[in-house]
């Protein structure tokens, strides 16, 4: 995998599919794809991250903890994964369980965001309408995070493979049809790519893991980011 720049960690996007494309079931509600294989893979992968990243739609759908399940690897690391949660406006519910205060967390947020997050969480601002990733990217890497998992949802996805923002990208395709128009695509939200903007993907590897497979991509084309200013709170 291509190693951290200067400008932002090494990404490593991860997350589990229908094999018509969906994250969840219908409305959003979590679909848990993963197998008992994949799941110890994405927990030994946490393990080996800096900072693990989700945007808000996946806390108030899905409440996750995102921590390394101690069951599910070897050993644990010296230094527990950082929680980001990507929060322009402040819809995270209060009592999520990533604001539990046990590891280290970020909530990376907008200007226009007046909402107080509780002391033990740093809040990033990065973007005035929404959060700008390239910008809160170049933040986290200032913050000495090298290797960051982005796992979701739908939109963070979306805007990672728009922007280009991404080293790898690992799929478990679970072998199940969810088939709902009202479920979550893999890379959903409002972006919409066109030639000669189309994302393009260079396939690495694939192979079966437990019921389903793993699909493992590279960028085809490494593409430019913006260098932006941005401003961390502590
Ligand atoms: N299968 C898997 O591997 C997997 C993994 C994770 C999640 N999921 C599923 O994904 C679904 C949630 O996806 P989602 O699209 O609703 O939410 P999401 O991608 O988790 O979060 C999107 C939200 O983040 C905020 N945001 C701020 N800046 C953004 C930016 N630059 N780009 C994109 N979003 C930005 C926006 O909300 P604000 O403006 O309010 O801040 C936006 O609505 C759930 O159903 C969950 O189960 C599946």
């Known amino acids: 995998m291509v190693?951290?720049?200067a400008d932002r960690p090494r990404v490593w996007v991860n997350c589990a599919?229908?094999?018509d494309g969906r994250l969840a079931f219908a409305h959003g509600a979590r679909a848990r794809l993963s197998g008992p294989e994949d799941l110890a893979r994405v927990h030994r992968l946490r393990a080996e991250s800096d900072a693990i990243l989700v945007g808000v739609g996946t806390v108030v759908l899905d409440d996750p903890s995102l921590r390394v399940d101690p069951s599910l690897v070897k050993s644990l690391p010296a230094r527990p994964p950082t929680r980001v949660v990507v929060d322009a406006s402040g819809r995270t519910p209060e009592g999520a369980r990533f604001l539990d205060g046990s590891v280290p967390t970020i909530v990376a947020t907008t200007d226009r965001n007046p909402r107080a997050y509780p002391p033990h969480v740093r809040v990033v601002r990065a973007g005035g309408e929404t959060v700008d990733l390239a910008q809160l990217f170049g933040l986290l890497r200032e913050l000495g995070l090298v290797r960051l998992m982005v796992?979701?949802?739908?939109r963070i996805l979306a805007s990672v493979a728009r922007d280009g923002l991404f080293d790898r990208w690992t799929i478990y395709?679970?072998?199940v049809f969810i088939g709902d128009a009202s479920a979550p695509p893999l890379v959903g939200g409002e972006v919409v790519l066109?030639?000669?903007?189309?994302v393009r993907l260079r396939l690495e590897s694939v192979e079966r893991l437990g019921e389903g497979y793993l699909a493992s991509f590279t960028p085809q084309v490494p593409r430019?980011?913006?260098d932006v200013p941005g401003s961390v709170q502590a």
């Open 17 to 19: 599919a229908s094999l």
């Open 151 to 154: 796992e979701g949802g739908s």
């Open 173 to 175: 395709y679970a072998p």
């Open 194 to 198: 066109r030639p000669p903007d189309l």
């Open 3 to 5: 190693g951290a720049t």
């Open 224 to 226: 430019a980011r913006p």
